[in-house]
Nanobody, 125 residues
């Protein structure tokens, strides 16, 4: 599967942004799709994931209540709605996918074999 992330840009603190991760290939419904982010000088970190099939969602503590992940299997797209953005949310956001990923591994980037190119989100104070 090939992934393309889009929707990044410049937003003021307190604002919102929606990222999209569009996939090509077959059986998208069989893939867990996640968002990771990497801020300058920091390691990449898990943000959120939506499981294959039933669509169970997972969030890191620092975005819970502010970000919402969703998927549209017909459009082969996963969305990350980001609200109440803060300057510390500034990062390159990557989407990643893996088929039939075990629940225990949803936040571990080493288990994802397919990655998008990243989209920059900059939050100004």
């Amino acid at each position: 599967v090939q992934l393309q992330a889009s929707g990044g840009g410049l937003v003021q603190a307190g604002g919102s942004r929606r990222l999209s991760c569009s996939a090509s290939g077959r059986a998208f419904i069989n893939y867990t799709v996640a968002w990771f982010r990497q801020a300058p000088g920091k390691e990449r970190e898990f943000v959120s994931a939506v499981k294959y099939g039933v669509g169970t969602t997972y969030y890191s503590d620092f975005v819970k209540g502010r970000f919402t992940i969703s998927r549209d299997n017909d459009k082969k797209t996963v969305y990350l709605q980001m609200n109440s953005l803060q300057p510390e949310d500034t990062a390159v956001y990557y989407c990643a996918a893996e088929s039939f990923l075990h629940d225990d591994y949803h936040c571990a980037e080493r288990y994802y074999h397919f990655w998008g190119q990243g989209t920059q989100v900059t939050v100004s104070s």
